[in-house]
């Protein structure tokens, strides 16, 4: 170990022996049915990502693959709904089977992201993700808009997961 890395183990030591509070992961759904998952989702709302600055139209389509992962594939439009298209393939798989609740994403290695599902509509017409340490929240729906009370209902059930909903940017999709 370097003598940065060192520095920075002994600070985060003592950072946890002096009480530092962290907060326990937000709980997902009981279960995901990853076929019924699978399909095209409309991005409605997410926190803050560098990589998706500018999207318009975001969707992200999940489709199973024979090897048991499932094919991501992201899609937007650049700063308007006549923007150049966006796009990017990865993968994810379950890491929790007992729920099918938790994945990992990978979009190219060896970099790879927590995809929890925090919350899903009993179609699984919407979907709320998010990851353990609250840096990034997507709300989805199978429809480019969602109506205001489904809206709502889903932003409290993320206050609830202990998101700030305030970080929160409108995902701007075509009239439906």
Same mark, same amino acid.
């Given at each position: 170990?370097?003598?940065?890395?060192?520095?920075?183990?002994?600070?985060?030591?003592?950072?946890?022996?002096?009480?530092?509070?962290?907060?326990?992961?937000?709980?997902?759904?009981?279960?995901?049915?990853?076929?019924?998952?699978?399909?095209?989702?409309?991005?409605?709302?997410?926190?803050?990502?560098?990589?998706?600055?500018?999207?318009?139209?975001?969707?992200?389509?999940?489709?199973?693959?024979?090897?048991?992962?499932?094919?991501?594939?992201?899609?937007?439009?650049?700063?308007?709904?006549?923007?150049?298209?966006?796009?990017?393939?990865?993968?994810?798989?379950?890491?929790?089977?007992?729920?099918?609740?938790?994945?990992?994403?990978?979009?190219?290695?060896?970099?790879?992201?927590?995809?929890?599902?925090?919350?899903?509509? /009993?179609? @699984? %017409?919407?979907? &709320?993700?998010?990851?353990?340490? #609250?840096? +990034?929240?997507?709300?989805?729906?199978? $429809?480019?808009?969602?109506?205001? /009370?489904? @809206? %709502?209902?889903? &932003?409290?059930?993320?206050?609830? #997961?202990? +998101?700030?909903?305030?970080?929160?940017? $409108?995902?701007?999709?075509?009239?439906?």
């Amino acid at each position: 170990m370097g003598p940065r890395h060192l520095l920075t183990f002994l600070l985060g030591t003592v950072g946890l022996g002096c009480g530092a509070a962290v907060a326990a992961p937000p709980p997902t759904v009981s279960r995901v049915d990853l076929q019924r998952y699978t399909g095209r989702w409309y991005e409605i709302a997410r926190m803050p990502f560098r990589i998706q600055n500018g999207c318009h139209a975001t969707t992200a389509t999940y489709t199973a693959q024979p090897d048991g992962t499932i094919r991501v594939e992201n899609r937007c439009l650049d700063r308007s709904f006549t923007g150049k298209e966006r796009r990017a393939v990865g993968k994810a798989w379950v890491v929790d089977t007992t729920t099918n609740a938790r994945l990992k994403v990978q979009f190219f290695w060896p970099f790879r992201g927590d995809y929890w599902v925090l919350g899903l509509g /009993p179609d @699984y %017409e919407w979907a &709320l993700v998010g990851d353990p340490a #609250r840096r +990034y929240m997507w709300i989805l729906s199978r $429809t480019p808009q969602l109506p205001a /009370p489904t @809206y %709502e209902a889903i &932003l409290a059930l993320a206050r609830e #997961r202990g +998101y700030d909903v305030t970080r929160l940017l $409108t995902t701007p999709q075509p009239p439906g």
